[in-house]
């Protein structure tokens, strides 16, 4: 395991060892706003040996999610909010990038929070996404057909704005969310881009505006920038035929990696995470390791995706990938860092009823700040 306790340079930072803790959507920003509770989470996590934390998906502008409690960084007191949880987490000589997240198509025009927000809900093209659940609306809909953007450059704008305010909160940098089928991930695939300007088409136009975006952080952050992909997922209705998931991806990533970023989130395919549409499973499985890992040559890379510390350590070992980015077991047990370092068992319960908030539940610690440590 020792190949996952040595430290990792990432841009400007320095991070104290080579397990990261992926972004997490975990519904407990009370109407879009960081709270004390939230700073706790992330501490423990901090103090149970997180080398670089990735937050929850933040929100650049107002959205009506499927959760209604995702929080923002679009005012100063979402700004204000994010400060509170950057400095502690500091002070416990954490490193903590925000998670910059826009849903595109996947939001819904009843939902409160895109009510309030008085705009439509935009993506590439007027195509909808096939699934969808929002349990807080009345009816539980799925999916609409969204509003064509119809200029992007103005949703670069609110990327880099989102940027600026992560930089006042004290972030150490931002990774681009451009997996699951959500904003990025909409204008990259062709079955739910098929604009006729310079931003679908062709692979060089519908990686335009990711690799746009991409400027827009580094206009704030330098090299403290990096993204999430998931190339090989078909979560929220994406995903392309193998030679197109092909040549999309591996264009993109070769650009996006002469943009100096700090680092690249690749995600495997996971079948547990697939779906299936209309009797057919949605992703295009394939090895996302050998097919994109040797394009990446300044940019470190962690992957993502059921990633048990064993593998990991023999990926980092074996240079494959510089670090590992772990999700769930990180919610399920605070010390996951401290627990693999001193051989302990990871053997916490998960409490799925407490994943995300509902309708019914107050007390929103349950299944997110109560998760024992092991005994040292």
């Not at 499927?66 to 400060?83: C, F, L, M, T, Y």
């Not at 119809?150 to 997996?179: M, R, S």
């Not at 400027?215 to 090989?232: H, N, T």
């Amino acid at each position: 395991m020792s190949a996952l306790f040595t430290p990792m340079r990432l841009g400007n930072i320095t991070i104290k060892n080579r397990i990261g803790m992926s972004a997490l959507t975990r519904n407990r920003a009370q109407n879009t706003y960081p709270t004390e509770l939230m700073k706790e989470y992330y501490l423990q996590r901090v103090e149970g040996g997180a080398g670089l934390i990735v937050t929850e998906g933040i929100l650049v502008v107002r959205q009506g999610t499927e959760w209604p409690h995702a929080p923002g960084i679009w005012d100063s007191k979402h700004v204000a909010g994010w400060k509170n949880i950057t400095d502690a987490v500091h002070e416990a000589n954490g490193s903590i990038y925000a998670q910059l997240w826009h849903v595109g198509r996947v939001a819904h025009p009843d939902a409160p929070e895109q009510k309030l927000a008085g705009t439509p809900v935009y993506a590439p093209s007027a195509i909808s996404a096939r699934g969808g659940k929002f349990r807080h609306i009345e009816g539980q809909p799925g999916y609409v057909t969204p509003t064509a953007v119809e200029d992007p450059w103005t949703i670069v704008q609110q990327f880099k704005q989102a940027a600026i305010n992560a930089k006042e909160a004290g972030f150490d940098g931002v990774e681009l969310h451009g997996a699951n089928g959500y904003l990025i991930t909409q204008f990259l695939d062709n079955t739910a881009n098929q604009r006729t300007d310079k931003w679908g088409g062709s692979v060089e136009n519908r990686s335009r505006f990711g690799l746009e975006v991409l400027k827009s952080l580094i206009e704030v952050f330098g090299r403290d920038v990096a993204v999430k992909l998931s190339p090989a997922g078909g979560y929220n209705d994406v995903g392309m035929t193998l030679e197109d998931t092909l040549e999309t991806y591996s264009y993109f990533i070769t650009e996006a990696d002469k943009l100096n970023l700090s680092y690249f989130t690749l995600c495997r395919y996971s079948a547990a995470q697939d779906v299936e549409i209309d009797g057919k499973l949605r992703a295009t499985p394939h090895d996302i390791l050998e097919s994109y890992r040797h394009l990446i040559k300044n940019a470190k890379v962690f992957v993502n995706m059921a990633v048990t510390p064993e593998e990991g350590a023999e990926l980092v070992s074996s240079k494959k990938v510089d670090a590992i980015s772990i999700g769930f077991n990180w919610i399920t047990h605070p010390d996951l860092g401290k627990r693999v370092m001193n051989g302990k068992a990871l053997d916490n319960m998960p409490d799925f009823m407490h994943m995300q908030t509902n309708k019914a539940e107050t007390d929103w610690t349950t299944g997110y700040t109560d998760y024992p440590t092991a005994v040292y």
